[in-house]
């Protein structure tokens, strides 16, 4: 159980060009689901959270306009890279936490999608 | 300011032989988990430490916790070539509204 589907695993794009990664959870409902961004050999930087049904919170130094999510459902978040330029090449990463049980939940796993390589020329 | 740091960053052992990873982090911490990244690939979590165990098991794996040092380590024993990836601690911070950081990773390469 616990998968998360990424989509598309690689993608090449022009400058100016808009490209949108969808991050489903296939066997769990996901209220909270996380979008990372990874260098080569560096680790993950998280750019933003995503809860069902409302806004995504930012991080720090990443732009809300330029990164677009939208969390329509429990089970889908996307990630919309608008007017990609060649220095937002780099691999996206989603992840996705399982809906919180009662009592409090005591566990944070996350669950991630496989990545998106995005070039952009 | 990075709440897991890792060490060493890179790790190079011939199979069979044991693999011990480290984590140091910060802050006070709810639990303390470690994830493999094979190359090109997202993460996939290994093994979660609450901050009041001391060690847990699973498999090859042994992660000890050290809250007093604020430190954990992950031994992988009789290690095996498909080991070879990339190895993070992450913190999920008290209070942390539910984020987890990450830590900079280690690269261990398991010769066969």
């Known amino acids: 159980g616990a998968v998360v589907s990424q989509h598309p695993s690689w993608v090449i794009c022009k400058s100016g060009t808009s490209v949108k990664i969808e991050c489903r959870s296939l066997?769990?409902?996901?209220?909270?689901m996380f979008w990372y961004r990874q260098f080569p050999k560096q680790s993950l930087m998280l750019m933003a959270t995503?809860?069902?049904?409302?806004?995504?919170?930012?991080e720090q130094g990443v732009e809300k306009d330029k990164f677009l999510i939208n969390h329509a459902s429990l089970t889908l978040s996307t990630l919309t890279v608008t007017s990609a330029h060649p220095e937002d090449s780099s691999f996206y990463i989603c992840?996705?936490?399982?809906?919180?049980?009662?009592?409090?939940?005591?566990?944070?796993?996350?669950?991630f999608g496989a990545g998106t390589r995005l070039s952009v020329l | 300011s990075q709440q897991g740091e890792e060490d060493p960053q890179a790790l190079s052992i011939q199979e069979g032989e044991n693999a011990t990873m480290n984590c140091s982090y910060k802050t006070s911490i709810n639990n303390l988990q470690w994830y493999r990244q094979n190359s090109g690939r997202g993460l996939v979590h290994l093994i979660l430490i609450r901050s009041n165990e001391r060690e847990k098991h699973s498999g090859r794996l042994r992660v000890t916790l050290d809250t007093s040092k604020k430190s954990s380590s992950l031994l992988i024993t009789a290690s095996r070539a498909a080991d070879t990836a990339s190895y993070f601690c992450a913190t999920d911070a008290a209070g942390a509204n539910s984020k987890l950081t990450f830590g900079k990773g280690i690269t261990l390469s398991v010769r066969p």
């Open positions: 992840s996705a936490r399982d809906r919180p049980r009662r009592p409090p939940l005591a566990k944070n796993i996350q669950y």
């Open positions: 066997d769990f409902q996901a209220t909270t």
């Open positions: 995503s809860n069902e049904g409302s806004k995504a919170t930012y």
